[in-house]
């Protein structure tokens, strides 16, 4: 059981991963780990690497997602990309700095699945990014196409991996998490993509 730690609302949470999202998550039991936790957050020194498959074709094979997010103005229950929230002096308003690495797994007919590290962690920051590069997430019915996807129950997000130093002994610690079988099922549904597709996939 967790002891209170950072306010008995959150337990211990240091980040969080979003309510459909499945994998790996560090909690801190007292308030020492809390606080060292979340200062490698804020460092950006915590490797957080995530699986997903999107739809479409992935032109790049490797890249990196520069852009801020704040509230949508036209939905403020979602994200967005807020290019329009930067100053001229270069600081944002209404909206925080977000950056998302990603490189190519493997291609399917109309999906590519990525492996995403994210150096930033700002809600839903993977499925916003991706969804304004023309990519969203399979299955999310919130940044994505609305009509869902028949064999595929949830969005194909995955935290797939942690690596932090423990906040007492310094130890660098790395975990993983295995994809769980909706994500596989999901996969071996899909047709190896050729090479001759012009990356367009229609929602």
């Given at each position: 059981?967790?002891?209170a730690?950072?306010?008995?609302?959150r337990q211990?949470?240091?980040?969080?991963?979003?309510k459909?999202?499945?994998g790996l998550?560090?909690c801190?039991?007292?308030?020492?780990s809390y606080?060292g936790?979340?200062?490698?957050?804020?460092?950006h020194?915590?490797?957080r690497?995530?699986?997903?498959?999107?739809?479409?074709?992935?032109?790049?094979?490797?890249g990196?997602?520069?852009?801020?997010?704040?509230?949508s103005?036209?939905d403020?229950?979602?994200?967005a990309?807020?290019?329009?929230?930067?100053?001229?002096?270069g600081?944002?308003?209404?909206?925080k700095?977000?950056?998302?690495?990603?490189?190519?797994l493997r291609?399917?007919d109309?999906?590519?699945?990525?492996?995403?590290?994210?150096e930033?962690?700002r809600?839903?920051?993977i499925r916003?990014?991706?969804?304004y590069l023309?990519h969203p997430v399979?299955g999310?019915?919130v940044?994505?196409?609305?009509?869902?996807i028949?064999?595929?129950e949830?969005?194909c997000?995955h935290?797939?991996?942690?690596?932090?130093?423990?906040p007492?002994?310094?130890?660098?610690?790395y975990?993983e998490?295995p994809?769980?079988?909706y994500?596989?099922?999901?996969l071996?549904?899909?047709?190896p993509?050729?090479e001759?597709?012009d990356g367009?996939?229609e929602?």
């Amino acid at each position: 059981m967790f002891t209170a730690c950072n306010g008995i609302e959150r337990q211990g949470i240091v980040h969080r991963i979003d309510k459909d999202t499945s994998g790996l998550l560090v909690c801190a039991k007292d308030d020492e780990s809390y606080r060292g936790l979340s200062r490698q957050i804020q460092a950006h020194s915590v490797d957080r690497f995530y699986e997903t498959v999107v739809y479409g074709n992935v032109k790049e094979e490797e890249g990196c997602i520069d852009l801020p997010i704040g509230r949508s103005p036209k939905d403020r229950q979602k994200m967005a990309v807020r290019t329009d929230c930067r100053l001229p002096d270069g600081s944002l308003a209404g909206a925080k700095e977000a950056i998302t690495h990603f490189e190519v797994l493997r291609r399917y007919d109309g999906f590519t699945h990525l492996r995403c590290r994210l150096e930033t962690g700002r809600t839903h920051q993977i499925r916003v990014h991706l969804a304004y590069l023309g990519h969203p997430v399979a299955g999310d019915e919130v940044y994505g196409p609305k009509r869902p996807i028949k064999r595929l129950e949830g969005q194909c997000l995955h935290a797939r991996a942690l690596g932090f130093d423990h906040p007492i002994t310094g130890e660098r610690l790395y975990f993983e998490s295995p994809l769980p079988d909706y994500f596989t099922a999901f996969l071996k549904t899909l047709k190896p993509k050729e090479e001759d597709d012009d990356g367009q996939t229609e929602f």
